[in-house]
Nanobody, 114 residues
């Protein structure tokens, strides 16, 4: 079973930036398309960014142009650079493989507030 470990969240003012990280301890991590999801209080979990194995990326309309997903296969780590954060970005952020949905990690809380 894969144990996903997200980190990097915190409290940030509107317009600020954060970089999230997710360690995926799989020997063959590089073969999996990966994504970042988020779940705000009282809402369903949503997929906000994906990166396929050939580095093609896709973003939800709500984060397009502000968020950037990347990966370091050697370090088995997925990243999410978040810029120009807005209060509506407040949520718990999770990483996972969209096509497989391993057991969810604990996530990392992002709170955007002045």
């Amino acid at each position: 079973q894969v144990q996903l470990v997200e980190s990097g969240g915190g409290l940030v003012q509107p317009g600020g930036s954060l970089t999230l990280s997710c360690v995926v301890p799989l020997r063959n991590f590089s073969i999996y398309p990966m994504g970042w999801f988020r779940q705000a209080t009282g809402k369903e979990r949503e997929l906000v960014a994906t990166m396929r194995t050939h580095r093609t990326t896709n973003y939800a309309n709500s984060v397009e142009g502000r968020f950037s997903i990347s990966r370091d296969n050697a370090k088995k780590t997925l990243f999410l650079q978040m810029n120009d954060l807005k209060p509506e970005d407040t949520a718990v952020y999770y990483c996972n493989a969209p096509g497989r949905l391993w057991t969810w990690g604990q996530g990392t809380q992002v709170t955007v507030s002045s």
